[in-house]
């Protein structure tokens, strides 16, 4: 997809203020894993709502962090995972790597 | 405005921390991961404002909304569309923000929130009620061109007269051009009740009652057939 994340909105709310900048950056670095694990779990354990609703919480970090189409398509995904369909998970799966490197290379 | 965030995701509940932070109208008092701390909190602390994610464990937004007795502003911050119309079927929730929740409109978020905490006038278009959590809530009628400031613990009865309606308070009594059904709705329920076609009480003012009619203070109000069963459930009788 080709699309990169970034920190524009995160500035934006920051208004300047750096404290908070790397507080929240450090926030998504403790979170993102966690969630991502968790949703690999739920895919494993055939717990597709459960995928959803971690789906949910993903895709919000994914419009913090500017990627538009990996927003859309994480709405896709957990549409789909609410009806027992994980045909997305592929594609979802690129789009969470992508944010896995950023967040190591921004740590 | 004092206010609390509810959200499950640590990132929300920061997002919506520093918006309030980088204003001076909102002060945020306490944090929860989930709605059934914040009841807790709530059974003991009254706040202005709740910002409200829907999708949490536990217990969602939606179904945490109906369980409070006297809501305070509420406005959701989700990142589903799919609950706006229900959302606004409430007349206490502000706003609906969809996440990632962008500083610019956070602001009119502020403008909305003003507005919605606003003393009431009687015959404006408001698409909102006064909270009946306002420490002072107040209620404003126009007497030729002047705005009178009535509170609404010492109005003691509302009299429907044709075009106009009668306010009697503790120590006055004044003629609005205005309907029994329009100042109903900028009325809190707690204290105040239709009883009668043409009468709205007080409900805390009430003296005794006997047959078909109240006493508040020196005058006889009379009690509808239909008003009688909904005035008998809100007293406490021995």
């Known amino acids: 997809m080709g699309e990169e994340p970034n920190l524009n909105y995160i500035k934006e709310i920051a208004g300047g203020n750096e404290e908070f900048e790397k507080k929240f950056l450090a926030i998504i670095q403790t979170e993102f894993p966690k969630e991502k694990e968790e949703y690999l779990k739920n895919l494993d354990d055939k717990e597709l709502e459960e995928s959803a609703k971690v789906v949910h919480k993903i895709k919000h970090k994914l419009g913090i962090l500017g990627l538009n189409d990996g927003y859309k398509l994480a709405i896709k995904h957990e549409e789909g995972l609410k009806y027992g369909d994980a045909k997305l998970k592929d594609d979802f799966m690129d789009v969470l790597k992508v944010v896995e490197e950023f967040i190591l290379k921004i740590a | ?238």
Do not use: W
Not at chain 2, 67 to 93: C, G, H, M, N, Q
């Open chain 2, 1 to 238: 405005m004092n206010c609390i965030i509810i959200d499950d995701e640590l990132t929300a509940r920061t997002i919506v921390s520093e918006l309030c932070e980088n204003t001076s109208e909102l002060k945020v008092v306490e944090q929860f991961p989930n709605a059934v701390e914040a009841l807790k909190y709530l059974n003991h602390n009254t706040v202005d404002v709740i910002f409200l994610d829907i999708h949490m464990p536990f217990l969602t937004g939606i179904d945490f909304i109906q369980t409070l007795k006297s809501p305070p502003r509420i406005v959701f911050t989700t990142s589903d569309t799919d609950f706006a119309i229900e959302a606004y079927a409430y007349e206490f929730i502000v706003d609906y923000l969809v996440k990632p929740i962008t500083a610019q409109r956070f602001q009119k978020t502020i403008s909305k929130l003003k507005n919605a905490m606003q003393p009431v006038l009687v015959g404006q278009t408001v698409d909102t009620k006064i909270p009946e959590l306002l420490q002072d809530p107040d209620l404003y009628i126009n007497i030729d061109r002047r705005l009178i400031k009535l509170k609404f613990q010492d109005i003691l009865l509302i009299e429907a007269k044709g075009d106009y309606i009668e306010i009697k308070t503790v120590d006055s009594f004044y003629r609005v051009h205005s309907t029994l059904k329009k100042i109903k709705e900028k009325l809190p329920e707690s204290l105040f009740m239709q009883i009668h076609r043409s009468f709205i009480i007080n409900f805390t003012k009430i003296i005794d009652i006997q047959d078909n009619s109240v006493l508040i203070e020196r005058s006889v109000i009379p009690i509808s057939r239909s008003n009688r069963p909904n005035l008998m459930q809100r007293l406490n009788l021995l």
